[in-house]
């Protein structure tokens, strides 16, 4: 596994999680790279949720989690962080964290542009 992802549980509506993504297997050029956070339901395809550039100064979201979603990262501890308030039942499903392709640039929404991957944290939010 070369990223790993936690935090996620059983929570209802309205309430709140905190993800982390860290990488143990990149702890030298972690901070080279952005990170997003994708969200898998079974029978759809993967879904962009946010994505936080490699220096942090830049951050992108899915429509459907603006405002509520927040994405950080902590260069000292090589974590990227999903702070997700104001949970709904759609949010509900596997969500895994990517480092991207290549260095530096901008924060693609495509999954195909990441190329490693963390085993996922189930979120399951109950209505």
């Known amino acids: 596994v070369q990223l790993q992802a936690s935090g996620g549980g059983l929570v209802q509506t309205g309430r709140f999680l905190r993800l982390s993504c860290t990488a143990p297997?990149?702890?030298?050029?972690?901070?080279?790279?952005?990170i997003a956070w994708f969200r898998q339901v079974a029978g759809k395809e993967r879904e962009f949720v946010a994505g936080?550039?490699?220096?942090?100064?830049?951050?992108r979201y899915a429509d459907s989690v603006k405002g509520r979603f927040t994405i950080d990262r902590d260069s000292a501890k090589n974590t990227v962080y999903l702070q997700m308030n104001e949970l709904k039942p759609e949010d509900t499903g596997v969500y895994l964290c990517?480092?991207?392709?290549?260095?530096?640039?901008?924060?693609?929404?495509?999954?195909?542009?990441?190329?490693?991957w963390g085993q996922g944290t189930q979120v399951t939010v109950s209505s």
């Open positions: 990517a480092r991207k392709g290549t260095r530096w640039g901008t924060i693609p929404d495509q999954s195909g542009a990441y190329n490693y």
């Open positions: 297997r990149f702890p030298y050029d972690f901070g080279d790279y952005a």
């Open positions: 936080i550039s490699w220096k942090g100064d830049g951050k």
